[in-house]
């Protein structure tokens, strides 16, 4: 569609712009001014420059936390992507089954992400879990309170549950789009299975597969509430991710200067990650 | 091969609704049974702790306080969502790509940044501990996601109806309400209900920005854990009432969910 250019238009996004600045600018701000200072309490602040932004970047806490974070993100997106579009291409497409899919699909979605991290502490735990009871019924030794290993199994399968029904619901919506015409044509031409996916479905999916895993990145990349419900981190710190470790230090040791240096670093990486996908994927959509 | 491929979307719905069926069991349950005894059904079936949370004003109110910041964070976000996606949709302006972009970043800023700033900044103008506040902050998200929806919705609705209306005499405000929204009226829904979720499922700053007098529920349950013990039934039903807003809300919407972001531009 072309667009007319009027510069009027301003008025009109202003009320969104007031209300987004006002959340985004001013604590963005604070957090810039907080980490070239450094403070001893009673809000006398010294101008401190790069310090603090040094001492992240060298430290070793701040790399295995980053770490551990890139590990659980790759991790997710490798399982949920291709799972959820599995899912999507196998569930019906018409049919009074179709609401029922949709509505259990969407539930874990809606539920408060404490609740989620909750609701798996119970059951997975080895005692009077249902998860973890299965799991030692069968002969393994599992302890998520215990084992980093199952720690992080534990917070894998709690985000492949939680949000796995994101990325089919979005493929779902990408597929239902694809006329009936297509498929016919495609029998006609006695295209395999995999042809099928391949030159119909997948090119119709790109749009909402690109939009699925830019969300599933940058939430993941965010996650905090669920893991720190879950493991709190732990055992030791086998499970901090970064936005756990933040927290840590910004509110439980008041460490205000390496906390705001922590965060803008953080924020920058989200953004540069995202922006490299966007721009790969977009790429990617025009070539094709 | 294909006529067992109906296997797969049914073994995934019991793999969600496992834990959401523990859940729920164990609402049922004494906390002494789920302490003592490994049982897959409530052996003495109980609805005391239900009971207890509707009856309770500390627990109740915490569902009360979340249902109305959340509600005014829904009006709110799509209210201002509404004229900036026209905008966007119909119009070139300076700066309007830029805008849009920058709209999109504050959805990826992590809440956990932005807790200790929030606690200061809604300190400082006086708004902490109120729904406003919370209802306020989350914008932050909410606001991005809605423009990104609607904007795909409207694009959606060919500029000729704009034209003709306005040759119709209708003046703008007129054509937006009474002609122009009533097309879109499924991606408004959309969009309330993407609001509605995040609003309803953040916690993050929700527990940040309150102390007492607009708590969420979910903080209201992690307070208890600590306060007297570890009353795992209650805990368990206060988690499966949490569950029930969002399944009412997606009830209604449920044939519009997917399309809302596979309509919105990238």
Known sequence: MDKTWNNKAWFMVLPVLVLVAFNAIIPLMTVVNY???????????FFEGVKWFQQVVNSERFHAALLRQLTFTFTILAIEVPLGVAIALTMPRRGPWVSVCLVLMALPLLIPWNVVGAIWNIFALPDIGLLGRVLNGIGLDYNYTRQPEDAWFTLILMDVWHWTSLVVLLAYAGLSSIPDAFYQAAKIDGASRWAVFRYIQLPKMKRVLTIAVLLRFMDSFMIYTEPSVLTGGGPG??????SIDLVKVALGQFDLGPAAAMSIIYFLIVLLLSWIFYTLMMRNEERS | ?????WLAPVLYMLFLMVPIYW???????????????FTLW???FTLDQYREILTNPVWYRGYINSIIYVSINTILSVAVALPAAYAFSRYRFLGDKHLFFWLLTNRMAPPAVFALPFFQLYSAIGLFDTH????????LFNIPLA????????SGVPKEVDETAYIDGYSFPRFFVKIFMPLIASGIGVAAF?????????????????????KPIAAIMTRTASASGYELGLLAAAGALTIVPGAIVIYFVRNYIAKGFALGRV
Request: a neutral charge; hydrophobic letters at 55%; one cysteine or more.
């Open chain 1, 35 to 45: 980490s070239v200072q450094e403070t001893f309490g009673d809000n006398v602040f």
């Open chain 2, 147 to 154: 423009v990104w929806i609607l904007e795909g919705f409207m």
């Open chain 2, 132 to 139: 406003i506040a919370v209802a306020l902050a989350h914008c």
């Open chain 2, 1 to 5: 091969m294909r006529r067992l491929s």
């Open chain 1, 237 to 242: 710190n086998s499970t901090t991710l970064l």
């Open chain 2, 42 to 44: 409530p052996r003495n």
């Open chain 2, 194 to 214: 993407f609001c509605f979720m995040f609003s309803w499922v953040e916690l993050l700053l929700a527990k940040t920005l309150t102390s007492v007098a607009a």
């Open chain 2, 23 to 37: 859940l729920l069991t164990m609402s049922f349950k004494t906390t002494n049974e789920i302490l003592g005894a």
